[in-house]
């Protein structure tokens, strides 16, 4: 019962409830005023002049260039001239992989700001992109994020239960960043570049990649946007494949965040989004283990 929860599962349980009625709330509101059909209209998104290249040029900038980095660092030569380092180096060199890793995720970054600054009409403010709104839209994320939550928990959830059906025994794994942050032997110094990684670059990375540049490129080839939305959604929760039972639950949080910038037009704002989403299971993790 409740009085068997800690804090942590009591915060989580208020944080579902108040998603799930704010939920119900809205669409018993758009049902009593018969306004589901333009609620659901997507606009097509910003104009732009996406070519395939870009596409390409994004998938390298927002996957390959931190999966390169850190096999580039991997390459640690000891004292011996063989490839594996002394126990007395290995969070120095850990702490060196996760720096490359945000090093070649930043860089991805300004190579897919420069694709939206060429491409959309307007440069970075007509692809959806504006730093000066960004504080006044994050209360609007969290509102998001609250009401997006309830959805995406349940999948996850019943996504473990339908593995376990098919596989019985089946224990799910954590995200590497959380097995990491989970570890006592972590250095400080990793700690902080997982956080920022997590919480900052990746959701950054990957709403302008997914959000960006995909979707407006399929829905200029698609004849529904709700289509290009959804595959868009798709190819988001596939990318995170390493931990299958979550690919459900991202492929929701995908298809709000296309919702969210078609029918806004902001990419600050699906960002936004983004990011509170992984910066509240880093809190999670950090109260809990503070606990």
């Not at 290249?53 to 390169?68: K, Q, R, W």
């Not at 180096?89 to 991805?108: E, S």
């Not at 239960?161 to 972590?186: K, Y």
Request: glycine fraction near 8%; hydrophobic fraction near 55%.
């Amino acid at each position: 019962m409740l009085s068997e929860l800690n804090g942590i599962e009591i915060a989580e349980l208020i944080l579902l409830i108040a998603g799930a009625v704010m939920l119900i709330a809205s669409a018993l509101a758009v049902t009593a005023r018969r306004a589901w059909g333009r609620r659901l209209r997507l606009e097509q998104p910003p104009p732009n002049r996406l070519e395939p290249s870009d596409l390409l040029l994004g998938f390298i900038a927002v996957l390959l260039l931190p999966a390169v980095a850190v096999a580039l660092s991997s390459e640690f030569d000891g004292a011996d001239g063989s490839t594996q380092p002394p126990d007395d180096a290995l969070p120095i060199a850990a702490t060196a992989q996760l720096a490359l890793a945000a090093l070649g995720q930043a860089i991805g970054i300004v190579i897919l700001l420069g694709i939206g600054r060429e491409r959309f009409s307007g440069g970075l403010g007509g692809w959806g992109l504006s730093a000066r709104s960004a504080m006044r839209r994050l209360g609007s994320a969290a509102l998001v994020y609250v009401m997006i939550w309830p959805i995406c928990f349940g999948l996850l959830h019943a996504s473990v239960w339908s593995i376990r059906w098919v596989w019985p025994g089946f224990e799910p794994d954590e995200h590497s960043t959380i097995e990491m942050l989970m570890r006592a032997e972590t250095p400080a110094a990793s700690r902080w570049l997982l956080i920022v990684t997590a919480a900052v670059l990746a959701p950054f990375a990957e709403e302008l990649f997914f959000r960006g540049i995909l979707l407006p490129a399929l829905a200029g080839r698609f004849r529904s946007t709700w289509a290009a939305t959804m595959v868009t959604a798709i190819a988001f929760g596939a990318m995170h494949y390493a931990v299958p039972q979550t690919v459900p639950a991202l492929i929701a949080l995908g298809l709000a965040l296309g919702y969210v910038y078609l029918r806004t037009r902001s990419l600050t704002l699906s960002i936004l989004i983004h990011m509170v989403f992984n910066a509240k299971s880093i809190l999670w993790l950090a109260l809990g283990a503070a606990s």
